[in-house]
């Protein structure tokens, strides 16, 4: 009989108090979850062990922590995926966040408008977008980001037909190539249960 496909690896970054009880059900259920809540802990894991995916819960490692910090770039640069969110965009002081993609990962992502809209999936984006079950648009309070290059955009501000689009660069959900791998920012502050589907499709696991 043939054997069951492996499940992604996921390393879970939760250095904040706050998101040290941070619920992953949804990503326990899917895939292998290594969850860590110190610094040192999550690079011993960097450096021994190769992971489908980081998932950053929030912010310590822009302005804190600068050696995990440049792990978790090169992580995704060597061809794996990094994804920010949970608590991230909710807990990131804007000026840091604008600077950590500036320096970090030469992206021109700026902190945006911080509100509750209905987002739509982008028809035109990267191959993620095409992932089956992911819903067409959504209601989420989300911190959205500017200057998002069209195609990593995947979930933007829902506009109906024949409004203005003064906010076109903006995404609540956005996913771009980095290297050999890729870079995920969820918006979402309140792990929306179409958020979560998102998520595990970033991951490999739809």
């Known amino acids: 009989m043939a054997s069951s496909q492996a499940l992604p690896t996921v390393l879970v970054l939760a250095l904040d108090e706050l998101t040290e009880e941070m619920p992953?059900?949804?990503?326990?259920?899917?895939?292998?979850?290594?969850?860590?809540?110190?610094?040192v802990e999550a690079s011993e894991y960097l450096q021994t062990q190769r992971f489908?995916?980081?998932?950053v819960a929030d912010p310590i490692i822009v302005a804190e922590s600068p050696n995990l910090r440049r792990q978790v770039t090169t992580f995704a640069k060597t061809g794996g995926k990094v994804i920010l969110g949970y608590f991230f965009s909710?807990?990131?002081r804007f000026p840091d966040f604008d600077e950590y993609m500036q320096t970090e990962w030469d992206l021109p992502w700026r902190y945006g408008n911080y509100s509750r809209e209905y987002f739509q999936l982008n028809p035109q984006g990267v191959?993620?977008?095409r992932e089956p079950g992911l819903p067409t648009s959504y209601s989420m309070k989300a911190g959205r980001i500017n200057f998002v290059e069209p195609a990593s955009k995947i979930y933007y501000p829902y506009y109906p037909e024949g409004e203005e689009?003064?906010?076109?660069?903006?995404?609540g959900i956005a996913f771009t190539r980095i290297g050999d791998?890729?870079?995920g920012y969820i918006g979402d502050?309140?792990?929306?249960?179409?958020?979560?589907?998102?998520?595990?499709?970033?991951?490999?696991k739809s």
């Open 165 to 171: 689009h003064p906010d076109s660069t903006q995404a």
């Open 52 to 55: 489908t995916a980081v998932f």
């Open 24 to 39: 992953i059900d949804f990503l326990k259920n899917e895939v292998d979850v290594t969850f860590v809540t110190s610094e």
């Open 127 to 129: 191959n993620l977008c």
């Open 90 to 92: 909710s807990l990131v």
């Open 181 to 183: 791998g890729w870079l």
């Open 189 to 204: 502050v309140n792990q929306e249960e179409d958020t979560c589907d998102v998520i595990l499709a970033m991951i490999g």
